[in-house]
Nanobody, 127 residues
Framework: QVQLVESGGGLVQAGGSLRLSCAASGRPSTNVAMGWFRQAPGQEREFVAAISRSGSSTSYSDSVAGRFTISGDIAKNTVYLQMNSLKPEDTAVYYC????????????????????WGQGTQVTVSS
């Protein structure tokens, strides 16, 4: 099992930026694909961004493409989500997820693709 701890959430004005971090522990290997999801109040959790185990491939939801960037630091076992041009509709709890035993370069956008989840970090964007 991989333990995931998110950080970097907070309150920001519309148009501002935040960078979320997700640190993995518990003997994670390099065969792990990562993703970010979010859940707004009263809504289902939705896909935000994903990165392949090598970092060579990324994917984004239409709602964040061009504004958010996912990246990873294998040496630090950490994945980041740089969020720019934030909008009030980006307000949500953001979750990091890990898919273990991934031996390809695919990216994954479904919750069921992932094995482990963090506790989430709150992002609030004021108008």
């Amino acid at each position: 099992q991989v333990q995931l701890v998110e950080s970097g959430g907070g309150l920001v004005q519309a148009g501002g930026s935040l960078r979320l971090s997700c640190a993995a522990s518990g003997r994670p290997s390099t065969n792990v694909a990562m993703g970010w999801f979010r859940q707004a109040p009263g809504q289902e959790r939705e896909f935000v961004a994903a990165i392949s185990r090598s970092g060579s491939s990324t994917s984004y939801s239409d709602s964040v493409a061009g504004r958010f960037t996912i990246s990873g630091d294998i040496a630090k076992n950490t994945v980041y989500l740089q969020m720019n041009s934030l909008k009030p509709e980006d307000t949500a709890v953001y979750y990091c997820a890990a898919r273990r035993f991934t031996f390809n370069m695919n990216v994954y956008s479904r919750e069921s693709d992932y094995n482990d989840w963090g506790q989430g970090t709150q992002v609030t964007v004021s108008s």
